[in-house]
Nanobody, 125 residues
Framework: QVQLVESGGGLVQAGGSLRLSCAAS????????MGWFRQAPGKEREFVGG?????????YADSVKGGRFTISRDSAKNTVYLQMNSLKPEDTAVYYC?????????????????WGQGTQVTVSS
């Protein structure tokens, strides 16, 4: 009932910036929280940050707190963004957006109901 389409991944050098987009369609009125996750090669998928679909309040993993990553939304376009600055090689991963159909925010993968296809972000040294 919800479809998520990501874009914006690519190759960037350390210290650079990249903005990922995730466009939602379908029953978007049922979305309470949109989250970003990432999975590095051979590693577990980890939470990056999230945003409330209505209101726009955000929350982040400790590893990206301090302004490096910023999540925002464009309600008119049903799109959320992940702005990534000061990128590090350890940020290299497949990045996923996900939608949660419950009011409580969560950093748990199992709490999200719909997922995008993922987009590769590679940060070179």
């Amino acid at each position: 009932q919800v479809q998520l389409v990501e874009s914006g991944g690519g190759l960037v050098q350390a210290g650079g910036s990249l903005r990922l987009s995730c466009a939602a369609s379908g029953r978007t009125f049922s979305i309470y929280v949109m989250g970003w996750f990432r999975q590095a090669p051979g590693k577990e998928r980890e939470f990056v940050g999230g945003i409330r679909w209505s209101g726009g309040s955000t929350y982040y993993a400790d590893s990206v707190k301090g302004g490096r990553f910023t999540i925002s939304r464009d309600s008119a376009k049903n799109t959320v963004y992940l702005q990534m600055n000061s990128l590090k090689p350890e940020d290299t991963a497949v990045y996923y957006c996900a939608a949660r159909m419950a009011i409580r925010a969560s950093f748990l993968e199992a709490d999200y109901d719909y997922w995008g296809q993922g987009t590769q972000v590679t940060v070179s040294s």
